[in-house]
C-alpha cells in the first residue's frame, strides 16, 4: 500500500466517524492540517508529536468546538524529534517523519479510542488479527492499572490475556511534550512485535516540578508512524526502502554511483581514495586530510549505506525545516537544522559528490510532498537559505582545515577550541578526521563544555580569560566569516593593549575583565585614575608599532604551573584547568632573555597568526567602572 493511499484512508475513516465499530455525528473527525515544525509551545524546540498544536484544548484554554465545530480531530502532522539524529542510518531511526493521530477532547474515551485503532488497522489496512498485540499501563506507587483497558482489549476486542501486556510508567506512560503539559497512561497496538500505535489517554498535567493533577477534561491523544507503517505495508526491511524514500534513494545513487560502492580492501596507499575537498577550499587550505581507512569488503559497503541513508534523511528534514521558516544559527532550533546541513557538506566533501545535492532534493521534496505540504512549494526560497549556508561553511572548513592538520590527536580541549573557533563541532571531527577523535568520548566534551560555563559563571566573560566567539547558550558572537575574522583581530589585539598598559603605567597593571564583539573590544584593568590624553596616545602607538612589527602569535600547551614558570601572565588562576595553552606574541624565548616574546599569557584563543593581520588599532573611548577599574573601548581599522 503506497503512502498516500495510507495517509488518505486514514483521514477518510476518521472523518467519516469510523467504520464498522462505531457510526453517529459525535464521533465524526474534523481533518486539521498539519502544524509547523516551529511550535508556538516554548517548551519544546521543535515539533515532536501531532498533539502539539492540541495542546490548549486539552487544557481547557482553547474550545475545539469554537475552532473546528467538533471535540474530535485528525491530522497527518509533520514532526522532529532531535534525540534521533546519532541514531539515523539504521533500518528505522529518522529526524523528520509524519504522524498519523486522531484526537478527543472531551468527547469519546477509551472504549471509543481503542476499538478506532483496532478496526482502521484490521479492516481498512487488512492486518490480520493474529498478528495483534498489545501494551496498556500497569500502574505504580503514584497511578494505579489501567485495568478499563485491559478489559476492553481482552473482553470487547478479543484479544487472549497473553497478548496483553502490563507495563511500567516508563514503557507506558506518555508525556509530556517539553517540560510541562497533558500527560497520561497509554495502551500501545503491535503487529508481528513491532509498536505501529500509541494511544493516550491524557488525564494528567504535569507541572514543571513533575509532580502530576489530574486535568478537569480527559482528553485521546493517538499517533502513528507513516514511515513505520508503510514498512509493514509495503513488505520491505527499512523506511529507507519505503516509497517516502525511493525517489531521494534513487536520485542520490545515480548522482554518485561510486560513493557507495566498495573501496577495494587491498589497495595501497598511492592508490587509496584522499578526502579531497573538490575545489570547495582554496589549495592553501590544504586538500586532503586523511587516506581513505582500509576496511574489509562486507565492513566498507555498509559503512557506505549507512552514509546514503544519513544524506537521505537530512536532505528531507532540513528542506522541511527551511519550508517552515526555521533558519541556520548556532542557538537552539536554528543550531538542529545548522547541524543537519553541516553533516550533509561534509559527506560531499568526504565522498566526493560533485552534484548539488541541495538542488536536486529540493526538486524532489517539492514533487513528492507539495500536495500536503504546500510551504515545500517555496522551492527557490528554501534553497538561497541552504546555498547561503552552504558558502559560509566552506569558508569555515577552509580555515578550520588548517587547523585541524597541526595535531596528530585531538583532544576534548583542543575539540571545544576548534569548536569555538570555527564553528565546526565535533560530529563533524568525527566525520573528517575520525583517526585524530579515535580516542575521544562524549564524555570528555562533557566535561569541557561544563567545566567552560562553570568559568564562565564564576565571572570570566570567556573560556580562560580569553574572548571564544561562542556563549553559554550556544549563541555565536560573529554571524558570518567576515565577523568571526574581526573578533580574532580583535582578540589578539587585546594582548597587544595589556601589554602597552603596563609599558606606559606599570608592571602592577592586570586585566580585570573583558569583552569582543564584531563591532568592538572592551578592556578593564586596575587602574585609579583617568588616563592622560598624551598616556593613551602613547598606548595606542605602542600597539600600532607593535602590530606593523609583523610579529608571529603562536602557541604552546603545557601544565598552569609550567605556565607560570615560563613567565607567561594570567588572571583568575584558580579556574583555569591542569593544562592550558600559553600564548606568545613575537620571538618565543624565556622571559629575561633576549629576543623574548613582548606578550606571553595563557589564554583559550582565537588569535591571528601574526600580528599585521589585526590592522590599525584606535582607541574610542576611556572610562571609570568602579572603584580603581578603569574601561578602555577600542576598534581595529
Known amino acids: 500500500m503506497a503512502s498516500e493511499e495510507i495517509r488518505k484512508k ?6 467519516a466517524g ?35 498544536q492540541f495542546k490548549p484544548y486539552y487544557i481547557g484554554k482553547a474550545d475545539a468546538m469554537r475552532d473546528f465545530g467538533s471535540k474530535n480531530v485528525c491530522s497527518v502532522q509533520k514532526c522532529f524529534r532531535t534525540s534521533d539524529i546519532d541514531e539515523v542510518g539504521d533500518e528505522t531511526h529518522l529526524t523528520f517523519f509524519e504522524m498519523l493521530g486522531n484526537f478527543s477532547f472531551g468527547g469519546y474515551w477509551k472504549k471509543e479510542a481503542i476499538k478506532f485503532a483496532y478496526d482502521f488497522i484490521v479492516n481498512e489496512l ?36 497473553e497478548k496483553i501486556k502490563k507495563h511500567s510508567r516508563a514503557d507506558n506512560f506518555w508525556g ?93 596507499s598511492s592508490s587509496q581514495r584522499r578526502l579531497h575537498l573538490a575545489g570547495r577550499i582554496p589549495p592553501s587550505a590544504g586538500t586532503e586530510l586523511r587516506p581513505a581507512p582500509k576496511l574489509p569488503h562486507e565492513i566498507q559497503s555498509a559503512l557506505h549505506e549507512k552514509a546514503l541513508r544519513i544524506l537521505a534523511d537530512h536532505l528531507r528534514s532540513s528542506i522541511f525545516l527551511v519550508a517552515d521558516g526555521l533558519r541556520p544559527s548556532n542557538k537552539e ?40 505540504y504546500p510551504e515545500v512549494k517555496k522551492s527557490k526560497e528554501i534553497l538561497d537559505v541552504l546555498m547561503e549556508e552552504k558558502t559560509k561553511f566552506e569558508k569555515a572548513v577552509a580555515q578550520g582545515v588548517k587547523e585541524i592538520n597541526k595535531y596528530e590527536k585531538i583532544t576534548a580541549h583542543d575539540a571545544f577550541y576548534i569548536y569555538e ?63 568571526v575574522e574581526k573578533v580574532i583581530r580583535f582578540h589578539t589585539a587585546t594582548h597587544l593593549l595589556q601589554q602597552a598598559l603596563r609599558d606606559v603605567l606599570g608592571p602592577e597593571i592586570h586585566q580585570m575583565g573583558s569583552d569582543i564583539n564584531p563591532e568592538r573590544m572592551r578592556f578593564d584593568f586596575n587602574f585609579n585614575r583617568k588616563l592622560t590624553d598624551e598616556e593613551l596616545k602613547k ?36 579556574k583555569y584547568p591542569d593544562r592550558v595553552r600559553v600564548y606568545s606574541i613575537g620571538p618565543d624565548s624565556p622571559v629575561g632573555e633576549e629576543g623574548q616574546p613582548y606578550s606571553k599569557e595563557v589564554c583559550g584563543g582565537p588569535h591571528v597568526s601574526n600580528t599585521l ?20 573601548r577600542a576598534v581595529v581599522e
Open 421 to 483: 573557533t570555527f564553528g565546526l563541532p565535533f560530529e563533524l571531527l568525527q566525520e573528517l578526521v575520525p583517526e585524530k577523535v579515535r580516542d575521544l568520548k562524549k564524555e570528555d566534551l562533557e566535561a569541557e563544555r561544563k567545566k567552560h560555563q562553570e568559568i564562565s559563571r564564576a565571572g570570566v566573560e570567556k573560556k580562560f580569560g580569553g574572548h571564544g566567539l561562542v556563549l553559554d547558550t550556544g549563541e555565536l558572537k560573529a554571524a558570518n566569516n567576515e565577523e
Open 539 to 574: 598606548v595606542e602607538s605602542i600597539v600600532n608599532e607593535e602590530i606593523q612589527k609583523d610579529l608571529p602569535v603562536s602557541f604552546e600547551e603545557m601544565t598552569f604551573e609550567e605556565a607560570k614558570k615560563s613567565g607567561a601572565r594570567a588572571f583568575f588562576k584558580e
Open 126 to 161: 487488512g492486518i490480520d488479527r493474529g498478528r495483534i498485540t498489545a501494551t496498556v499501563f500497569g500502574g505504580d506507587n503514584e497511578i494505579s492499572e489501567d485495568k478499563e483497558s485491559f478489559r476492553i482489549w481482552h473482553e470487547e476486542i478479543g484479544l487472549s490475556k
Open 333 to 372: 532550533a536554528g543550531y538542529i537544522l545548522r547541524r543537519l546541513l553541516r553533516r550533509i557538506m561534509v559527506y560531499e566533501i568526504k565522498y566526493d559528490i560533485h552534484a548539488e545535492l541541495f538542488v536536486l532534493a529540493v526538486d524532489i521534496i517539492k514533487k513528492q510532498y507539495a500536495d500536503w
Open 10 to 15: 486514514f483521514l477518510k475513516f476518521f472523518s
Open 18 to 52: 469510523g467504520g464498522s465499530a462505531f457510526s453517529g455525528e459525535d464521533l465524526v473527525h474534523k481533518i486539521v492540517p498539519s502544524s509547523s515544525l516551529i511550535p508556538d509551545d516554548p517548551s519544546v524546540l521543535l515539533t515532536t508529536a501531532g498533539m502539539q
Open 176 to 268: 509530556p511534550t517539553g517540560n510541562e503539559g497533558p500527560c497520561g497512561p497509554t495502551t500501545e497496538i503491535y503487529v508481528d512485535g513491532v509498536e505501529i500505535w500509541n494511544v493516550v489517554f491524557n488525564e494528567y498535567y504535569q507541572n514543571p516540578d513533575k509532580s502530576l493533577r489530574k486535568l478537569e477534561i480527559s482528553g485521546v491523544d493517538t499517533g502513528m508512524g507513516l514511515e513505520r507503517l508503510a514498512v509493514m505495508l509495503q513488505g520491505v526491511k527499512s523506511v529507507f526502502e519505503t516509497d517516502l524514500f525511493e525517489p531521494l534513494i534513487s536520485k542520490l545513487r545515480e548522482v554518485a554511483p561510486t560513493v557507495f560502492l566498495p573501496a577495494p580492501a587491498s589497495a595501497d
Open 613 to 632: 593581520k589585526i590592522g590599525k588599532f584606535k582607541i574610542t573611548k576611556q572610562e571609570a567602572v568602579g572603584a580603581g577599574t578603569r574601561r578602555i
